[in-house]
């Protein structure tokens, strides 16, 4: 079956401008998470739903970023008044439920110019 | 705060060596451990999982679980160039959902 899909794929966006990251999970999987990931390191977590409830944001680095999944299925990472420090890959991630093995996305790469 | 540590490398093996992969964690209720393999440019693929303390193996790689001493490991057999990655070691809590990734180690395997 397909996997996680994201778009788009790269983004280039000047400083001050607002994102819309889109990110289609595994059809069926209830948990849905964004991860940052910047260059050579490791992702990190921002933010996790399950069905439509935002669980957790404690990822969230600034109240710039904002995440919702208003239908339990497709989410929207948005990211306002972009700096240069959002610059990085935007990682979502599925799985069936919180026990279930986390399948990834392509990711969306940002770079704000 | 809850830390993953891995040694960032690069860890050089040549073919047909063993590839081992450490990585430590600071929180103790941690439930679940997970190795990621990640080619630069992609987005991380898992590889393994392992729950319990011990050894669990599956084809060339083994994953060694100590929950005593927070560690856990990934040992790669018979090394092959095209496991040249960087490996990314998560854990995950009990109630939490979410995985904590270290910052991987990269691997390079010479032919």
């Known amino acids: 079956g397909a996997g996680v899909s994201q778009s788009p794929r790269y983004k280039v966006a000047k400083r001050g401008q607002d994102v819309a990251l889109r990110c289609d999970p595994i059809s069926g999987h209830v948990s849905l998470f964004w991860y940052q990931q910047a260059l050579g390191q490791g992702p990190e977590f921002l933010t996790y739903?399950?069905?439509?409830?935002?669980?957790?944001k404690s990822g969230l680095p600034s109240d710039r970023f904002f995440a919702e999944r208003p239908e339990g299925s497709v989410s929207t990472l948005k990211i306002q008044r972009t700096q240069q420090e959002d610059s990085a890959v935007y990682l979502c991630a599925s799985s069936v439920g919180l026990a279930g093995d986390v399948s990834f996305g392509p990711g969306t790469r940002l770079t704000v110019t | 705060q809850k830390e993953v540590e891995q040694n960032s490398g690069p860890l050089s093996v040549p073919e047909g060596a063993i590839a081992s992969l450490n990585c430590t964690y600071s929180d103790r209720g941690s439930q679940s451990f997970f190795w990621y393999r990640q080619y630069s440019g992609k987005s991380p693929e898992l590889i393994m999982f392992?729950?319990?303390?011990g050894d669990k193996e599956d084809g060339r790689f083994t994953a060694q679980l100590n929950k005593a001493s927070q560690y856990v490991s990934l040992l790669i057999r018979d090394s092959q160039p095209s496991d040249s990655a960087t490996y990314l070691c998560?854990?995950?809590?009990?109630?939490?959902?979410?995985?904590?990734f270290g910052k991987g180690t990269k691997l390079s395997v010479k032919p």
């Open positions: 392992i729950y319990s303390n």
């Open positions: 998560a854990v995950k809590g009990g109630s939490q959902g979410n995985l904590i």
């Open positions: 739903f399950q069905n439509e409830a935002q669980l957790d």
